[in-house]
Nanobody
Framework: QVQLVESGGGLVQAGNSLRLSCAAS????????MGWFRQAPGKVREFVAA????????YYSNSVKGRFTISRENTKNTVALQMNTLKPEDTAVYYC?????????????????WGQGTQVTVSS
């Protein structure tokens, strides 16, 4: 069983930055593929960023590419999402997710563990 806890959300003005963090439990964190998703009110959950369990090239949605950076600290069992140049359309609840039996993917159904989410609100 894997537990994920997100932190770092808040209210910021457009153009500012936030850094989200996800702390994971488990003995085999280095083998998990990790991802970030977000869901705005009235909209479906969408992919943001992901990184494979064995490192390598991260994946980003086109809407955040060049602004967001995903990173892992395997010795601390954490994954972070650095969000720069935030826009009002980035406003959403951000969820950390882990896939224990699949590589990094943009499909949320491929992830089998989810955190509770952290609210990010970007004002104009």
């Amino acid at each position: 069983q894997v537990q994920l806890v997100e932190s770092g959300g808040g209210l910021v003005q457009a153009g500012n930055s936030l850094r989200l963090s996800c702390a994971a439990s488990g003995r085999t964190f280095i083998f998990y593929s990790m991802g970030w998703f977000r869901q705005a009110p009235g909209k479906v959950r969408e992919f943001v960023a992901a990184m494979t369990r064995s490192g390598g090239v991260p994946y980003y949605s086109n809407s955040v590419k060049g602004r967001f950076t995903i990173s892992r600290e395997n010795t601390k069992n954490t994954v972070a999402l650095q969000m720069n140049t935030l826009k009002p359309e980035d406003t959403a609840v951000y969820y950390c997710a882990a896939a224990t039996n699949a590589p990094a993917t943009t499909t949320d159904s491929h992830y089998n563990y989810w955190g509770q989410g952290t609210q990010v609100t970007v004002s104009s």
